[in-house]
């Protein structure tokens, strides 16, 4: 829970750069979604995954937080670890949600016995 409040507690700098680009990527994502609502719910978890991502890396020390570039740098590559989380989730969830459709099987049409009838003048079509 204390985690989670840290996360909340990052700069608003980084969190719109963070939601910018994670809403870029999902913008681009949504074309190859099977449904375009999905790209929806999949922008809260790529930005909480890029948030947690963020806030685990300030945790580790693993970048100088008064450093622009370290930051800058950081901050796009937590909206792509966002982007790559929330993609296996859409992923995920458009099998599970496939598996749990009725498969439709094509049933054979009938044939039918169709009698061709030539219009005009017998002679003419000869």
């Known amino acids: 829970m204390q985690f989670l409040s840290e996360?909340?507690?990052?700069?608003?700098?980084?969190?719109?750069?963070?939601?910018?680009?994670?809403?870029?990527?999902?913008?681009?994502?949504?074309?190859?979604?099977?449904?375009p609502m999905l790209g929806f719910a999949m922008l809260p978890v790529t930005i909480l995954t890029s948030m947690s991502f963020m806030q685990l890396?300030?945790?580790?020390?693993?970048?100088?937080?008064?450093?622009?570039?370290?930051?800058?740098l950081l901050s796009i590559l937590s909206s792509a670890v966002g982007m790559a989380v929330g993609l296996i989730v859409a992923v995920l969830v458009g099998r599970l949600s496939g598996r749990m459709t009725a498969r439709r099987h094509n049933a054979l049409a009938p044939r039918l016995r169709v009698r061709h009838v030539r219009l005009g003048n017998p002679a003419e079509n000869g």
């Open 57 to 72: 890396m300030i945790r580790l020390e693993l970048f100088a937080s008064r450093a622009f570039d370290a930051w800058l």
């Open 7 to 35: 996360v909340m507690q990052l700069s608003p700098g980084t969190v719109i750069l963070i939601s910018i680009g994670c809403g870029i990527g999902v913008l681009v994502l949504m074309d190859m979604l099977p449904n």
